[in-house]
């Protein structure tokens, strides 16, 4: 009788005992927890990069349409200072396109008349362009930026990576179009419609 009595007590105290709980408590809740915190600083990283991306492609078209004509140097130049805007992030994921378009008055389709950049679009070629940006005998300066952001923590998200996007378009600024390459010598050539 006296080992069931104390086999019932201290079945009772462990039952009533409270020292511990906390410390279970925080085994569970600190994987939850650090997914969350990782999670957290990922997606506002990822968020920083986009906005980045955002800013490059509107930067290089800037830059491309403030010119009458632009050289191969320039371009260079230009692709140069839209990776610098990447900083603190590594640019080595970037593909940069400058592309300008021509938008035919009869049809409304923009086609290519120059393209350079990582993945240049062959000329007359058409590319599709949002319905108001489509008036006739007018040029477009397309950029086009794709980032593959790799994610530190991959666990959280994609380890992969995700490809983030962004196209700008801006009118020319100081002629009707940007004429590429700029000739050696002699008045800019007219601009091209074919």
Known sequence: MQLISRIWLRTRRFATDRNGVAAIEFAMLVPIMLVMFFGTVELSSGVAVDRKVNLMARTLSDLTSQNQSVTAVQLTNFFNASNAILTPYSPTPTQSTITELYVDPTTLKARVQWSKGSAPRSVSSTV????????????????EVSYLYVPTVGYVMSKSGITLTSTAYTRPRQSSCVIYPTPTSGALPACPTS
């Open 128 to 143: 599709g362009i949002p319905t108001a940006l489509a008036i006739g005998s007018t040029y477009l300066i397309m950029s």
